[in-house]
């Protein structure tokens, strides 16, 4: 490990010679140190304090100016939300899908900002100030005990936080990153794992950063890690290959774009890969909510496409499309100018509502002919009353119109009178979304829980557009309201497991009792049941689809289907991956065609049949034997 640290100290020092580069508009960074650091369990312990009266306050809200919205939260048509799209009642499919649930790291601080990730064994959550810890993702149990996220760089960062915890499971390897800054000095820091150990080594880089990189976001996508933050209109993307083999000198290039009509706080999300990585060559679209109490805007979704070219000579170049619009149906994005703006039960004080921006992460998925990306932000239903809602989208891209977002799907999940705030979207491989989020309430009852909680919900992908048909499922109940400080979130963070139908969430709720409340964390993993997405538990044949094997191949064949046209038909294994799939025609309602199982072992699969860009979907069982 000497020779590693003296070698890596080497690259360093040779680092720091580099020079950032600018080129057809884009500027080249190349990072200012890299290590590899020793094995995280090598490192010494974090420790934790229980104590409110000892966790400070973030200073991130210093690099937010005042919103930009009309704070006389006008509640007429053009301002309010649409009723149509509001769901006012609970699901009521039930919801028994809960699997792992256990308590997370709270962290020194106020707001906690819990991120986590999910590999194919260890499940790993990062908090403010800022230790990060390695759990067993079936059990719960401690695989590490949490470390200081700063000790990973050399020399060690301080604990400025947002972190962000991803597991690309594209190359088997851990992502971790925090911004930080030092005088006038700005620093966004990144560590990739050098195995799929979470708890070993990790390659480290340090990037700066022309301005704080507040509410720094990444995602992964086939050329590169990309971020936004609050800094205005500017991208960031890391060169993700390099960095996968240690290079030492893996660049980022970084650009701007025109954000059109907004100001203070506000961070668009880039896509984040799950299912299978986009084709090299695919532009990278990111997004983001505009309300039209805007100057110029409407309510709806804006987005621009990024594309890198790494070898473009003599520096990469980043380019961005101009923005295109996507318009919803109108909703209330408003919040309080102070952030208060979620009621507590006992108390006047209120929590922030995390307004004004999509709530992480804008998970991409590539289907047969479509791709999409889901999004979610807050909404405001009432001033006096406080309450604010979830409002959600569906967003898909034709594979015959690439490039084009269009507006599949929305909803804003509205069930009660409590506050639903803080969410975070995904789907499984079946196409059902869940969607997990922070609740809260301005009183409590025996039968009644309204301390800020940890609740979740979902939908299957024939259900009826916008509707969350799956019963709320309350994970972790709040024991008591939180006082003194209204920071809350800002973030949470659902993933998918490797085997794409295991969602993993970790949020806050707020623990303690009475008004001595305050922030604690917890993870939980959900599945939305398989039983449920329109299976024929007995047998192989479900509204005139059938499927069975013969020879090497599974023949499938539908009758008498209520849609016409071009139909999508998959293939996936028992636990829904999707293994393949193609686009057939339909003669007279009616199609037959064939699946290769070539490299398929004995055991169960499922086949769907549906229409893109409707929510037609027929799925059935058949036994491959061999």
Partial sequence: ????????????????????????????????????????????????????????????????????????????????NDPASIQTSFGTVPNNGLKLSVAGQSGNGYPPDPSGAVGLTQY?????????????????????????????????????????????????????????????????????????????????????????????????????????????????????TAMLAGTPTARSVTSTFTVGGTSGFWCPLAADADGTLPPAGTACPFFWMTDNSWSGNVDGVKYCKATVNWNATPNPTLSITPAAQITTAAFNGTYNASWNDVPQPGTTSMLDGIGGVATYRAQYRRWTGYNTVLLNW??????????????????????????????????????????????????????SIGLAYARSASTTSATDIGYPSLCYTGRKATDPAGTMTFAETLVKAGT???????????????????????????????????????????IFSYQLPLTSVGVDEAGNQVNNVSAYTSNNEIAVKASNLNVDGEVVVDLFDASGKQLSGKQVMLAGNSFETSLSTDNLPTGMYLVRVGKVNTSFQRVVKVSVNK
């Fill in 1 to 80: 490990m000497k020779k590693i640290l003296l070698l890596s100290g080497v690259f360093a020092a040779s680092i720091m010679n580099a020079q950032n580069t600018s080129n057809s508009g884009s500027e080249v960074l190349y990072p200012i140190d890299f290590h590899i650091s020793p094995p995280l369990t090598d490192m010494p312990d974090f420790e934790e304090t229980d104590n409110l009266y000892e966790k400070e306050e973030a200073k991130d809200r210093e690099h937010r100016p005042k919103p930009h919205f009309d704070f006389t939260e006008k509640d007429g048509p053009e301002y309010g």
């Fill in 378 to 431: 807050g909404v405001l239903i009432s001033a006096t009353p406080r309450q604010r809602a979830i409002k959600w989208v569906e967003l898909r891209e034709l594979t015959t119109n690439p490039g084009v977002w269009t507006l599949f799907q929305e909803g804003t999940y509205q069930p009660d009178t409590k506050t639903r705030w803080c969410g975070s979207i995904a789907m499984d491989d079946n196409g």
């Fill in 124 to 240: 790993v959550q990062a908090v403010n100030a800022t230790p990060f810890k390695v759990y067993n993702k079936t059990t719960g149990a401690q695989i590490m005990a949490p470390k200081n996220i700063g000790t990973l760089w050399s020399p060690q960062t301080g604990n400025m936080g947002d972190p962000i915890v991803l597991y690309d499971k594209f190359a088997d390897r851990w992502f971790l990153a925090q911004f930080g800054q030092s005088g006038s000095t700005n620093y966004v820091y990144i560590a990739i794992s050098t195995t799929n150990n979470a708890a070993g080594t990790y390659y480290t880089y340090t990037y700066t950063s022309a301005q704080f990189p507040d509410y720094l976001k990444f995602s992964i996508w086939a050329d590169g890690y990309y971020m936004t933050s609050n800094q205005g209109g500017r991208l960031y993307v890391f060169e993700r």
């Fill in 480 to 522: 008591g309201s939180q006082t003194g400080v209204n920071r809350f979130g800002d973030y949470s963070h659902t993933s998918m497991d490797p085997d794409g139908v295991t969602f993993y969430h970790t949020s806050e709720y707020i623990g303690g009792t009475g008004t001595s409340g305050g922030p604690r964390t917890w």
